[in-house]
């Protein structure tokens, strides 16, 4: 049974920065890309970022690229997301997921197959 736990998220001013982390169990971590996903109150989820199964490939959404970084570390079972420049808009619970083997549908939750908890990131102005 695959298993997703993030942590990291917290109460940061505007401009601060968090580092999600997510563990992964229950399945051969790197055969799967691995995506990040946020959803704010009243809002549908949506797409942050995405990595593949050997992490040299990446690709954000245009509303985080130049200050989010995704990566991975295979021999950990770990997906991290570095946050940087932190905007009150990007208040929201933070979910990674588990892609689809061989989907190219990363940029929305149907390309994915399991989600952690979330963990619940505030920016403050």
């Known amino acids: 049974q695959v298993q997703l736990v993030e942590s990291g998220g917290g109460l940061v001013q505007a401009g601060g920065s968090l580092r999600l982390s997510c563990a992964a169990s229950?399945?051969?971590?790197?055969?799967?890309?691995m995506g990040w996903f946020r959803q704010a109150p009243g809002k549908e989820r949506e797409f942050v970022a995405t990595?593949?199964?050997?992490?040299?490939?990446?690709s954000y959404a245009d509303s985080v690229k130049g200050r989010f970084t995704i990566s991975r570390e295979n021999a950990k079972n770990t997906v991290c997301l570095q946050m940087n420049s932190l905007k009150p808009e990007d208040t929201a619970v933070y979910y990674c997921?588990?892609?689809?083997?061989?989907?190219?549908?990363?940029?929305?939750?149907?390309?994915?197959?399991?989600w952690g908890q979330g963990t619940q990131v505030t920016v403050s102005s």
């Open positions: 997921a588990v892609a689809l083997l061989g989907s190219s549908n990363l940029y929305t939750p149907a390309g994915y197959r399991s």
């Open positions: 229950g399945l051969t971590f790197s055969l799967y890309g």
């Open positions: 990595i593949n199964r050997s992490g040299g490939s990446t």
